[in-house]
């Protein structure tokens, strides 16, 4: 079963508020996590990672922070704009595998 | 190049039939991954390729076939698949195959539908 999940399917927000997605995940054994962005019809885009001896990092427009205690992961988009209306994923790198393991995702919806 | 690209963007095909999906890279990375994406739901992983050999498939019927030609190239061979095998097909690729800070660069994925 996935090992990284989503509280909230979907969220819609007024176009220049903040928003934040959430994500909680099982293994704690990962040490690497990254938010990914997917518009219809693209593979998903990099947005922004975190390493697991961080519990914060940002960039433009974005924060990520991380809460290894309660295995829980957000994303903060700042001033949000029409284009980042998408689903955002969550993904977790597992120590010692090869493999990105995606959760199941929040679309957001970004009102005009 | 900073771009992941797959051939063909749409795919339609019976179950009887033989198709590829091929995916090219050029930015070095020396590890390639294929994905398969149901509508609404995360991608999954299917095969990672290390240095042009297969390190890991997780458990993938064997009517997918992947194959990496070189250290640009991935192409996931497809024999007999059936309806529920239509999905977006996801290729990327990285730096390494190792854990650490590893970020994998999607293409746009090829939609196969299996009819």
């Known amino acids: 079963g996935e090992s990284v999940g989503l509280h909230l399917p979907t969220l819609s927000v007024q176009e220049g508020d903040n928003s934040i997605i959430n994500c909680a995940y099982s293994?704690?054994?990962?040490?690497?996590f990254i938010w990914y962005k997917q518009e219809s019809g693209k593979g998903p885009q990099f947005i922004i990672d975190?390493?697991?001896?961080?519990d914060k990092r940002q960039g433009q427009r974005v924060t990520v922070l991380l809460n290894k205690t309660v295995k829980h992961l957000s994303l903060q988009i700042a001033a949000t704009q029409p284009g980042d209306s998408a689903v955002y994923f969550c993904?977790?790198?597992?120590?010692?595998?090869?493999?990105?393991?995606f959760g199941q995702g929040t679309r957001l919806t970004i009102n005009p | 190049d900073t771009e992941v690209t797959q051939t063909p963007k749409h795919l339609v095909m019976g179950m009887t039939n033989k198709k590829s999906l091929k995916c090219e890279q050029h930015m070095g990375h020396r590890a390639m991954y294929w994905y398969k994406q149901k509508a609404k739901k995360p991608p999954e992983l299917m095969f990672v390729?290390?240095?042009?050999?297969?390190?890991i498939n997780e458990s993938v019927p064997s009517r997918f076939s992947p194959e990496c030609p070189n250290s640009s190239l991935l192409n996931l061979h497809l024999h007999a698949l059936q309806p529920e095998d239509s999905a977006l097909y996801l290729c990327?690729?990285?730096?390494?195959?190792?854990?650490?800070?590893?970020?994998?660069?999607f293409g746009a994925g090829s939609r196969l539908t299996v009819l």
């Open positions: 993904a977790e790198m597992i120590q010692g595998a090869q493999k990105l393991v």
């Open positions: 975190i390493r697991s001896n961080m």
């Open positions: 390729y290390s240095y042009e050999k297969l390190s």
């Open positions: 990327a690729s990285s730096h390494e195959a190792v854990s650490g800070a590893n970020v994998l660069t």
């Open positions: 293994n704690s054994a990962s040490d690497y």
